[in-house]
């Protein structure tokens, strides 16, 4: 069966610090990789979503970038949070011809 | 572009009573249409999916949703809801995966169920 592990799974970060959130996916190869952001109130943002090993596709401008430098691992970086990159982070996978996305237990990000 | 709503930000039900979430789409095409629940500080659990054909579908735990395309809707329904439904539910809309939308799911800004005993 398939599993997805994000880590960590809380994380406070001064403002100006960098960071990087990682998401493995396990049981599983060549997968659809996708992150959202939900922010209080506010649903699930697309940020990045990806199709293959280097291949990065952003849907809104930010602060944040997205790599994937392994089949099955999504790694969300920062150079410098920002107060407003506070939110609950979700990474999801999605079988390459599949329609479902199945998504991990999250990261809550505080930025002060 | 496609886009969900869901009218209710926040609906409180005793226990034992039915449960209606509605959710309404926009799409050009046949959708793809989820539901899903999250609880407090976890990720999002698949309750059930539309595809094709019958268009009332079986979920986990009780739910079941029907497809009403004249209405652009895909309301998630539970004939008795039981304390342990308490959480945030999240309707969502996507393309086919052979198109190029890359299965990007468009989601609704969700539903807050709050069960009384």
């Known amino acids: 069966s398939q599993t997805i592990h994000q880590w960590p799974a809380t994380l406070v970060q001064p403002v100006g610090s960098p960071l990087s959130l990682e998401c493995t996916v396990e049981?599983?190869?060549?997968?659809?990789l996708y992150w959202y952001r939900q922010a209080a109130g506010r649903g699930l943002q697309l940020l990045f979503y990806s199709v293959g090993i280097g291949q990065i596709s952003s849907e809104v401008p930010q602060n944040l970038s997205a790599s994937r430098p392994q089949d099955r691992q999504f790694i969300l970086s920062s150079k410098k949070l920002l107060l407003s990159d506070s939110g609950f982070y979700l990474c999801?996978?999605?079988?390459?011809?599949?329609?479902?996305?199945?998504f991990g237990p999250g990261t809550r990000l505080l930025v002060l | 572009a496609q886009s969900v709503t869901q009218p209710d930000i926040h609906i409180t039900v005793s226990e034992g009573a039915s449960l209606e979430l509605r959710c309404n789409y926009s799409y050009g095409a046949t959708p793809y249409l989820f539901w899903y629940v999250q609880s407090p500080g976890q990720g999002l659990q698949l309750l059930l999916k539309y595809f094709s054909g019958d268009t009332l579908v079986q979920g986990i735990k009780g739910f079941e949703a029907e497809f009403k395309r004249s209405q652009s809707s895909f309301n998630l329904r539970k004939p008795s809801v039981h304390w342990s439904d308490a959480a945030e539910y999240f309707c969502a809309v996507g393309a086919n995966a052979g198109g190029t939308s890359y299965g990007k799911l468009t989601f609704g800004q969700g539903t807050i169920l709050t069960v009384h005993p």
């Open positions: 049981g599983t190869s060549n997968p659809n």
């Open positions: 999801a996978w999605r079988r390459r011809l599949g329609e479902t996305q199945y």
